[in-house]
């Protein structure tokens, strides 16, 4: 299955900038990791107001219980708020090869 995932990252007023920095670098490491396991497929940053830090990822997995253990278990886990859309074929996609 493959899912639209939504970050919104929300850093607690208070967290010291090198706990900010070192998860920043832990969660690079972690999303190499995904995209090397088959996870994470791609991965944007949408246009965002100063101050905020979003991304939209690309992922697929066997259910969402699963996707949301791998997205549970990410350095930021716990400063990001998640909105996960489960993706379905949709008979027009350009790359389903059916005409």
């Known amino acids: 299955m493959e899912f639209l995932v939504e970050f919104d990252v929300r850093v607690p ?3 010291p900038e090198t706990e900010f920095e070192e998860r ?19 991965l944007w940053k949408p ?7 979003k ?3 690309l992922f697929r997995a066997d ?3 699963e996707l949301d253990g791998l997205l549970g278990g990410l350095p930021l886990a716990d ?3 998640v909105n996960v ?3 379905e074929p949709h008979p027009n996609d350009p790359t389903s090869g059916s005409r």
């Open 13 to 15: 007023d208070g967290a």
């Open 24 to 42: 920043v670098r832990a969660e690079a490491s972690a999303a190499a990791k995904l995209a090397n396991d088959g996870y994470l497929v791609r």
């Open 47 to 53: 246009p965002v107001a100063p101050g905020e830090t």
């Open 55 to 57: 991304a939209l990822g």
């Open 63 to 65: 259910s969402e219980a």
């Open 79 to 81: 400063w990001i708020d």
């Open 85 to 87: 859309t489960p993706l």
